[in-house]
Each structure stands twice: as C-alpha cells, then as structure tokens.
C-alpha cells in the first residue's frame, strides 16, 4: 500500500509531521480529516527515492552548515539574550532588530536581519527560524513553536540555553578526548609519509658510497624500507590522489542511510570511544526528550523529534522503533527496552516516571548521569592516551632510526676492521 508523508495543524494549532498508509492521495486526506487534522501539505513517498532523498537531505543540511557556520557558543548567548528580551516586555520584532544590531559575526547577522524582515511580514517565529537549518535544529525550532502555543516562550528560550550550553560542554569533552590522538596518529602519518617519500631514498646513495660492490649487501628490513621509498616517491601522486578520493568516497557514502548506519556502528564498537559516543547519544537523548515533555510536547513529537537529534544512526532507528510501538499502545519504558539498545537503568527511570507522572524529571536526571560518566571517562582517557601515544610514537621513529642507521654502523665497524 502507498505511503504519504503530511505536514499538518492540529484544532488549537499545534504543527504535526509523520506519514499514513492509504489506498492513493485522497483517502490519505480523509482519513487526516477524520483525526482532526488541516493539511498543509500531503505527498506520496516514492521508495525508489529512499537512497536518494535522506542523501540529498544530509548533503543540503551538511552545505548549509559549512556555508554558514555559526559557533555554538554564540547560539547559546543569543538565545539567553532574547529570552531576556522577552521576559523584559520587548517585542520579538525590537528584540532582533537590538540583537542584529549588536551581533558582530556577518552571517549570524544576515541570518537575525532575515529572520527580523520574516516577521515583520507576519511570519511565526519559529517558521522563520524553520527557514534556517544551518543553524536553529529541528529540536531549536520545535522547542520555540511549542513556547509559542503554550504563551511561556521566554521560559522555553530559558531552558533551550541551559541545553545548548550543556551539549556544547558535552561535546567539548567529547572532541577533545578524540582531537589529541587524532592529531598525534595524523601527524605520525605525515610524517612516516615524508620519510618514506624524501627522506629514506636518499640513503641509498650513502649505502652504495660505502659498499660500491655491494660485497657486503644490506639487511633485508632495510632493503624493504629502501624499496618501499623508492616505490613511495615513484607513486607520490597516485597515493595522494588514492586517498583523496578515499577519503571522498567514504564521506559521501558516509551520508546515506546504509552508510550512516555502518559508520555509526564501527564507532560505537571502537574500545573507550564507542562508549563515550553510546553515553553521550544516552545523554542527548535524557535530556531532549525531559526538555520536549516538559515544555508540553507529546510524546510521539518529541520520540520524532529526538531521532533527528540523536545524532547517531544506530539510536535514531531504536528511537523510531519505539515510536511506532508507542503509537500502537505499548508503554514508553517497554518500548525502549524492546529496541534493545538502551540500558536498564535508564529504562527503569523512565518507567518510574511513567508511574509518578514526573517522567520529565526522571529523563532530566538520566541525562545528568550519562553526561557525568562521558566526563569521567573522558578524564580517564585523556590521562592515558598521552603516554601510550607517546610510547607508540617512540618507537615507530626509533625503528625507522634503527633500520636507517644500522647498515652505516655495520660498514663503519668493517671498515675499521680491515683498515
């Protein structure tokens, strides 16, 4: 049977995505009608487009990014500087023009100008910064359209700040766990790269000065290295073009579905890092989903919402699992443990909460342990990966010294023999 995806406004105006199953185009606007729901937009899903479309969708929102670019740091300041406006009686539309007026980067600028221009139009808020997903996220924009339909949207602004600030802590943590061995094992690959390709052939003429009949003869692990060299600096293009296009290759297949989810399942396997990812996936997780049900979104919105937030492949499909048993009936605690991808303890205070009615704040705290075990294990790491990457270090360059200088020691003990 066809599947349609809609975009629709509930009776007190709330907005509400997702898709239905129905015969063609007009019994999927029926049986919308029949729950209550105005139509904005309705369009049959091609499958043959299922490879294509969140491809396009991911490079678009990648390009966007890039183009724009907007430090998180600023996102958080900007967002508690207009809750404050707000709470101070300024209108929304004095507000941006105050917040345009004072923004120093040019592209944040641009965008607070445009969003300013939209409203002056009569646009909502939060449509405006729909226009913008470089830098307002799905979650941003839900957030403030549920602090819209509630009349607490300073409050929800408020709240938004304190999240923002805590996921760009988190992710600081996390990056610079993953920044110092990245950039130790790259430079250790430069280097190894320079050696090989400049430094080693030059050698060979130094060993053929000293043993012109080559009676002598090198050991074998240097003729390997000597050969690798020569090989190296024969093919410099091809093994720079090689790994460019690698590299392409990988990120381009890395924004697909089937790609996204192989990459994320490689990370969350890795020893020490794929526990950081998982927690901190566990984390964002918490913690969106406390922010969406207490600020009044329902569970369904905010399951959809959090799958596009999760920011990992492996997570966003459990999450819509879950979803869709929910949306059958099954309780949400029983439905996270069925996607089998989330812990017992998390699952436990989620069904606590299902039972005090206070699962906001149980979520709230969930995520507060999860970042508190990203922290911990980002300390112990940075405390041991700086020794074993220096040791690895040492050594590779010490075995390179050792079979580079080792024939030259050899020559200069036989010359002082015979001599």
């Known amino acids: 049977m066809p599947q349609f995806t809609f975009i629709a406004r509930t009776e ?31 369009t049959e899903r091609d499958e043959s487009f299922d490879f294509m479309g969140p491809f396009l969708d991911r490079l678009s929102l990648k390009l966007e990014k890039l183009k724009t670019r907007i430090p998180l740091k600023s996102l958080v300041f900007f967002t508690r500087q207009l809750s404050t406006m707000f709470a101070a009686g300024l209108t929304i539309e004095k507000s941006f023009f105050f917040l345009a007026e004072e923004e120093k980067n040019k592209k944040f600028k641009k965008i607070l100008e445009d969003i300013e221009l939209n409203i002056k139009r009569g646009l909502q808020l939060s449509d405006c910064l729909e226009k913008h997903p470089g830098v307002f996220s799905n979650l941003y924009v839900s957030l403030v359209r549920a602090g819209e339909v509630s009349g607490q949207l300073s409050q929800t602004l408020e709240e938004l700040a304190v999240y923002l600030e805590s996921v760009d802590d988190t992710q600081r943590k996390v990056k610079s766990a ?48 000597l050969w690798l060299g020569a090989k190296t600096q024969e093919n410099i293009v091809l093994i720079l073009g090689s790994f460019v296009s690698v590299f392409l290759l990988f990120w381009t297949f890395s924004l697909t579905d089937r790609g996204s989810l192989l990459k994320d399942r490689i990370l969350l396997k890795i020893p020490i890092f794929g526990r950081i990812i998982e927690q901190g996936a566990l984390s964002k997780f918490n913690k969106t989903f406390g922010i969406l049900i207490g600020a009044g979104v329902s569970v369904l919105d905010s399951m959809k919402l959090i799958s596009r937030v999760v920011d990992n492949r492996v997570f966003e499909i459990a999450v819509n699992k879950s979803a869709k048993q929910i949306e059958n009936g099954i309780t949400i605690s029983q439905a996270l443990k069925n996607s089998e991808k989330f812990p017992p303890i998390m699952i436990q205070l989620i069904k606590t909460g299902e039972e005090t009615g206070e699962i906001d704040n149980l979520a709230l705290r ?51 023999n015979t001599s």
């Open 12 to 42: 007190d105006g709330k907005r509400k995505e997702g898709s239905i199953d129905a015969r063609n185009i007009n019994r999927a606007s029926e049986k919308l009608k029949n729950q209550n729901l105005i139509v904005i937009k309705l």
């Open 178 to 225: 993953m920044y110092y061995p990245t950039f130790i094992i790259g430079f250790l690959v430069i280097m190894l790269f320079v050696t090989f390709t400049f430094i080693i052939p030059s050698f060979e003429n130094v060993y053929k000065s000293m043993d012109p009949t080559g009676e002598k003869g090198l050991p074998v692990y240097t003729e390997a290295m």
């Open 366 to 416: 969930a995520s507060e342990f999860y970042t508190k075990q990203v922290n911990a294990i980002v300390d112990r790491l940075t405390s041991l990966i700086e020794p074993i990457l220096i040791v690895v270090v040492g050594v590779v360059i010490g075995i390179i010294v050792v079979v580079t200088y080792l024939p030259i020691f050899d020559f200069g003990t036989t010359f002082m």
